[in-house]
């Protein structure tokens, strides 16, 4: 079955503890990226890749980190978790033109 | 660069009404146009998507948006919602050329009565 598969769906944490969110895809897409779901914004892009070590900043990347070194998995990091990125998070995977295909979401408590 | 407003936060209708969820955007280039589909707990589903060709886009659900590019508008309409189609509903637009990054609207939560 064709599916982005995030890992964990929900993490409670402490500021300042180091955290990675992983994002693994099936379908051999080229382009990863992750987003940030906060009520009444919307979703806002953090980061994006285009294929295998090509990563971007998105709108709103402060206080994040991202890394391709391989082309079906995308974590994303958290340095120094702070209570501003408590928040529902999805990977997302396409194919150049086509519709981008989500995860299930983590949500993310920051304490 | 790209931006959407939906101009509802919230739509509130009976079972078997109509419905219509406004979306309206801004782009100095041609776009691709989405409407995703947000059920409680779950991730995001593309509903429908305007790529090229005809204007007007249906889903297999019943959902239906039309691309009115003199109105920038990509408003979403079903002419009789059901108890399960309460959901979030996220616009999203897409520059044809360049970047594949989606830029998305606020949502709009839609709540079904009985």
């Known amino acids: 079955e064709a599916q982005v598969t995030q890992n964990p769906r929900y993490l409670i944490t402490v500021t300042g503890k180091k955290l990675t969110v992983t994002c693994s895809q099936n379908?051999?897409?080229?382009?990863m990226s992750w987003y940030r779901q906060d009520p009444g914004l919307g979703l806002r892009q953090i980061y994006y890749s285009m294929n295998v070590e090509v990563t971007d900043k998105g709108d709103v990347p402060e206080g994040y980190k991202v890394s391709r070194k391989e082309k079906r998995n995308f974590p994303l990091i958290l340095e120094s978790p702070s209570p501003n990125q408590t928040s529902l998070y999805f990977c997302?995977?396409?194919?150049?033109?086509?519709?981008?295909?989500f995860g299930n979401g983590t949500r993310l408590t920051v304490t | 660069a790209q931006s959407v407003t939906q101009l509802d936060s919230q739509v509130p209708v009976f079972e078997e009404a109509p419905v219509e969820l406004r979306c309206n955007y801004s782009s100095s280039v041609s776009v691709y146009l989405f409407w995703y589909v947000q059920y409680p707990n779950q991730g995001l589903q593309l509903l429908l998507k305007y790529l090229s060709g005809s204007t007007l886009v249906e889903s297999i659900n019943g959902f239906e948006a039309e691309f009115n590019k003199s109105q920038t508008s990509f408003h979403l309409r079903k002419p009789s919602v059901h108890i399960s189609d309460t959901a979030e509903y996220f616009c999203?637009?897409?520059?044809?050329?360049?970047?594949?990054?989606?830029?998305f609207g606020q949502g709009t939560r839609l709540t079904i009565n009985p």
């Open positions: 379908m051999n897409h080229e382009y």
């Open positions: 999203a637009v897409r520059g044809i050329q360049g970047a594949q990054k989606l830029v």
């Open positions: 997302a995977s396409n194919k150049q033109g086509s519709p981008l295909h």
